[in-house]
């Protein structure tokens, strides 16, 4: 996961253009956030813990200068929520200063960090995102020789924005796995995680950084294709079907008619007879759409979702706790009597469809019937999506009948994975489906735990 955005503009407040485009791409990293500003080469960065919001406020963006900006929320999958792993990480080597941001995981890192540390490099955070700062620091080549040496040698999903020199810098693995657009705002270079981000600043989009891609920007961008394009791409499926904002554009496709096309086909795979389609909030809703449209059930919300909740520091006590996901989720009385069809977008552990199922039947709901429009998710993510062990994946150990008891509703099915492709409008050799189907798109790494790193 994560959100990444970049710009250079030497007329404008990066610093609080950055700010606004992070915002935009909160969805994807609400643990921590930060800006990093190059001003005459000069770098200064401001990270904390928290949401956009929280972390940056008025006074804050008046003290970033600069005419390049990088900005960074953060969702982790390696290395601890701390402070000292939120980005962008600055990195002070042999070579260079850079700071930098990633969104992704290495399949590597180990490996690498092993070779930083023959060298004489010590590491002073648990992230692999350090380990593409140091190794770009410290290579005594020029900057685009430097980075371009760096991305040969990592593995897995990245993609990057970084600042060095007095250039903007971004790159993206060969395969594609996570997203990252191109964006001119009037003659001004702009590049973000996705879409929307170069929406809300207004933006016009270019087009995607391509895989193996990198772009070095000051007056103009200059690219290069230093490691060629996997096979198509393997653009995660998972960005799809959840992770993206629907208003963005994954590979020139809206995700929300994506979405849509889901519900629709999920209609036609896994039919009901009910009285009311209602979302499960807020991702499930363009598949409820798409499954009420298709199947003529009337649509409704039938659980209204509290949105400023998201992540908090502050935790229940226990009352509040044993109360679970009314914290996020209330049913209305419109579901008292109702033969209710609830849409998800997936089911990854089971605890939350479970406590929501039991919710709508407290409510006075007749049946629940769930319908998901993914495939069951059976195998973990090394990629950049936060469920490395297979115990914590429901459909991995039980069957759909095993997964509708678990959850207690009254019939439950799930969209194909052929449904979910035709959605896309995209071939299958351009995603990375490994989380649905076991097959990985790179060699699966000695160790996949998130706090590998804690104790070295």
Not at 205 to 214: A, D, I, M, Y
Request: net charge negative.
């Amino acid at each position: 996961m994560c959100g990444l955005f970049g710009i250079r503009s030497p007329e404008r407040d990066v610093a609080r253009l950055t700010y606004f485009g992070l915002f935009a791409l909160q969805h994807r990293g609400q643990e921590s956030a930060g800006i990093a500003v190059s001003d005459n080469g000069r770098l200064t960065t401001l990270r904390d813990m928290g949401l956009v919001t929280q972390v940056f406020d008025e006074q804050k963006l008046r003290g970033l200068h600069g005419q390049l900006a990088i900005g960074h929320t953060r969702y982790s999958t390696t290395g601890s929520s701390q402070w000292w792993n939120a980005q962008p990480l600055v990195q002070h080597g042999g070579a260079r200063t850079i700071a930098l941001g990633h969104n992704g995981n290495l399949t590597n890192a180990a490996e690498l960090r092993d070779e930083l540390a023959a060298d004489g490099h010590r590491l002073a955070t648990t992230a692999d995102t350090e380990v593409i700062a140091a190794l770009i620091a410290n290579d005594p080549a020029p900057l685009g020789e430097a980075v371009a040496n760096t991305m040969r040698r990592l593995d897995g999903a990245f993609s990057v924005v970084a600042l060095s020199e007095g250039r903007l810098i971004a790159f993206r693995d060969p395969r594609g796995m996570r997203p990252l657009s191109l964006g001119r705002l009037d003659g001004d270079w702009v590049v973000a995680s996705e879409t929307c981000a170069l929406d809300l600043v207004g933006a016009e989009v270019e087009r995607e950084v391509r895989p193996g891609e990198l772009l070095l920007v000051d007056e103009d961008v200059v690219t290069r294709q230093v490691v060629p394009e996997d096979d198509g791409g393997a653009l995660c499926i998972f960005e799809f079907f959840y992770l993206a904002r629907p208003d963005s554009r994954l590979s020139g496709v809206e995700v929300h008619g994506a979405r849509v096309r889901m519900g629709e086909r999920l209609a036609e795979e896994a039919p009901v007879e009910a009285d009311l389609v209602m979302p499960i909030p807020d991702s499930g809703t363009p598949a409820a759409i798409g499954f009420s449209r298709a199947s003529n059930i009337p649509f409704s919300e039938g659980l209204i979702k509290n949105r400023y909740v998201g992540r908090t520091f502050i935790q229940p006590d226990q009352g509040l706790r044993e109360q679970g996901i009314r914290l996020k989720f209330n049913p209305l009385a419109e579901v008292s009597g109702k033969r209710i069809v609830a849409v998800d977008d997936s089911i990854v552990r089971g605890n939350t469809t479970r406590q929501i199922v039991q919710m709508l039947f407290d409510a006075g709901a007749a049946e629940v019937h769930v319908r998901v429009s993914a495939p069951p998710v059976i195998s973990q993510c090394y990629y950049g999506i936060d469920f490395a062990d297979p115990d914590e994946l429901i459909a991995a150990k039980k069957t759909v009948e095993e997964v509708r008891e678990h959850i207690g509703a009254t019939s439950l099915a799930y969209l194909s994975l052929d449904g979910l492709q035709a959605s896309t409008r995209r071939p299958a050799s351009q995603f990375c489906r490994a989380c649905l189907t076991r097959d990985y798109p790179t060699a699966i790494p000695r160790e996949a735990r998130k706090l590998q790193f804690e104790a070295v």
